[in-house]
């Protein structure tokens, strides 16, 4: 696995002959930004294929990141709308995919000011995901189901770049504070282990290989204090290999928000470590 090429399969290719494709990411550099593209096709990742499925967007530091979906992550989610002019290649773009940039999640690496070399610290805003969804009976909005009859309910292929005020004040401000109502997850404090003198944490097998890549995400309380459901880790991830890594994630977060949160570890942090 490259850093400019990122493949998920499932099960682990490593561990099971019978592992299915899942997703591909592909790193693309911009002067002040970063890009991630994500696709159902490892041979094919652009935006405008029919396998395009979303991106991750990152700060020049490595620090800020905005993950968009290309499809309406529930009824009445919002496109961002274009405020450029600039046209991307017309013939990758398919008439009868409706792909899109709906944000649904922002990450944030906490800056390492004073050049230690500890462990991450990392926060997840998924603004798709009300807070109340890993409570008992809790839910969260479905997908908008999409086929070629309906075409016409979704926002025409934005032939555009697209960046919204929102997203540019999140990339280049100060870290965010809790949303009102929408499901955050903070990456769970390792503990120094005295014998092996590094940081570690219970992966219960699936991770292998101390890296700094390693994490696992928890809920985080909106208010008071945290219970049984804030302990339980909804997305973990961690290297088994050289350029391989596993990754486990439960509900309410998809297998592409998982992905999409995966991939920024892979970007250079340069205030960060």
């Known amino acids: ?33 970063t890009d991630y593209i994500i696709s159902l096709d490892a041979d094919n990742v652009s935006k405008g294929s029919s396998s395009y499925v979303g991106k991750l967007r990152s700060n020049f530091l490595g620090t800020k990141f905005t993950v968009f979906d290309g499809q309406p992550p529930h009824t009445g989610a919002k496109m961002m709308k274009s405020r450029s002019t600039k046209l991307v290649n017309l013939k990758q773009v398919s008439p009868r995919v409706p792909a899109g940039n709906y944000p649904v999640a922002h990450i ?5 000011v004073l ?10 805003i998924m603004d798709a995901i009300p807070s109340t969804s890993i409570e008992p009976g809790g839910v969260a909005p479905t997908q908008t189901e999409f086929s070629h009859h309906n075409v016409d309910l979704f926002p025409s292929p934005p032939l555009l770049r697209s960046k919204s005020n929102r997203t540019e004040n999140f990339l280049s401000g100060p870290l965010p504070s809790q949303k009102d109502g929408a ?12 014998q092996l003198h590094c940081w570690c944490l219970n992966f219960h097998g699936r991770v292998t290989i101390a890296s700094v890549k390693n994490f696992q995400l928890v809920a985080s309380p909106e208010n008071g204090p945290a219970g049984p459901e804030h302990q339980k ?7 088994v290999g050289k350029d391989l890594f596993t990754m486990d994630y439960r ?11 995966c991939v920024s570890s892979f970007d250079t942090k340069i205030a960060c470590e």
Not at 2 to 25: I, S, T, V
Not at 108 to 112: P, V
Not at 251 to 261: C, T
Request: proline share 6%; hydrophobic share 45%; aromatic share 12%.
């Open 1 to 33: 696995m490259r850093m400019d090429n990122l493949l998920l399969f499932f099960p682990n290719a490593a561990l099971a002959e019978d592992g299915k494709f899942l997703l591909a990411a592909r790193k693309c550099r911009r002067p002040t930004f």
């Open 108 to 112: 944030s690496y906490e800056l390492n």
């Open 115 to 124: 050049g230690s070399r500890g462990p991450r610290r990392m926060q997840c």
């Open 183 to 194: 499901l955050v997850l903070k990456n769970k404090a390792p503990r120094w282990h005295e």
């Open 233 to 239: 880790i909804i997305l973990q991830f961690g290297k």
């Open 251 to 261: 509900y309410p977060i998809s297998a592409f928000q998982a992905f999409a949160i």
